[in-house]
């Protein structure tokens, strides 16, 4: 990966919707060649999609919460079956399984706190294999996604 590969990443994590003509201007290069460029990070897995990032309480989605659930069962099965229910949640965001005293970290936005309090006795807690859960709200997100340092990637 060199330099202007770099400064492609940069770009569209900063602006995804910036155009090949704009990528390629500011690298100096020909159209034809951004356009290649970018296409063999999108083949090489380095770019894995695009898309528009939502603000969720405009949505009407005001409260957002971290929930820690630990698993009864650590085999393959029981926990294949967690993680298709909890991909099957659309109010989950994000969810890491972890090491430590919680096997997951789920990430939920939903529109109240009655939509929290139902997705969490109902959807979450009523999911095979749930030993125990425990709900965090936040107060106030400081710091948001906003794409990957690529301070250390390795020079050509």
Not at 21 to 41: F, G, I, K, Y
Not at 137 to 151: A, F, P, Q, R, V
Request: glycine letters at 6%; proline letters at 3%.
């Amino acid at each position: 990966m060199d330099a202007i590969d770099k400064n492609i990443l940069e770009s569209l994590q900063r602006h995804g919707r910036m155009t090949n003509v704009e990528l390629a201007r500011m690298n100096e290069l020909a159209a034809s060649s951004m356009l290649e460029r970018v296409r063999r990070l999108e083949e090489r897995g380095v770019i894995k999609k695009y898309q528009a990032v939502l603000d969720p309480a405009t949505l009407g989605y005001k409260v957002q919460a971290m929930v820690m659930i630990s698993l009864d069962r650590h085999q393959a099965g029981p926990i294949d079956k967690f993680e298709d229910r909890i991909r099957a949640i659309p109010e989950v965001k994000s969810c890491w399984h972890l090491t430590g005293r919680y096997d997951y970290l789920v990430h939920v936005v939903v529109r109240d706190i009655d939509h929290l309090g139902k997705l969490v006795k109902d959807a979450l807690a009523g999911i095979a294999g749930v030993e125990k859960q425990e709900t965090f709200l936040t107060l106030s997100t400081i710091k948001s996604d906003e794409g990957y340092s690529l301070e250390y990637l390795p020079k050509d």
